[in-house]
């Protein structure tokens, strides 16, 4: 059965940082690009960024780019968003996604992720 958990999420203040993490089963993670997103309360969900599978190829939403970091270790069928110099816009539910193997142009729509998480909270607040 193919899931996927996401951990790591929390109350941080601004200018903080959070590790998430994406554990994977029953499925080869080294075949599959994984995807982040996040939906805040009232919005669309949005991409984060995402990670191609062999070529290990990396994107980021324009919001995020310097501030996070997407990473695998295929070993222990887990992606990581490491994510800096948070702000409140950050605050959202983060979902990490599975697709095979390459992101694709419009991986930021969700497109082509068959597989969810269940989510992780991330609050950005004073």
């Known amino acids: 059965q193919v899931q996927l958990v996401e951990s790591g999420g929390g109350l941080v203040q601004p200018g903080g940082s959070l590790r998430l993490s994406c554990a994977a089963s029953?499925?080869?993670?080294?075949?599959?690009?994984i995807g982040w997103f996040r939906q805040a309360p009232g919005k669309e969900r949005d991409g984060v960024s995402c990670i191609s599978s062999s070529s290990g190829s990396t994107y980021y939403a324009d919001s995020v780019k310097g501030r996070f970091t997407i990473s695998r270790d295929n070993a222990k069928n887990k992606v990581y968003l490491q994510m800096n110099s948070l702000k409140p816009e950050d605050t959202a539910v983060y979902y990490c996604?599975?697709?095979?193997?390459?992101?694709?142009?419009?991986?930021?729509?969700?497109?082509?992720?068959?597989?969810w998480g269940q989510g992780t909270q991330v609050t950005v607040s004073s």
């Open positions: 029953g499925f080869i993670l080294d075949h599959s690009a």
């Open positions: 996604a599975a697709r095979n193997y390459v992101c694709g142009l419009t991986w930021y729509r969700g497109n082509g992720f068959g597989s």
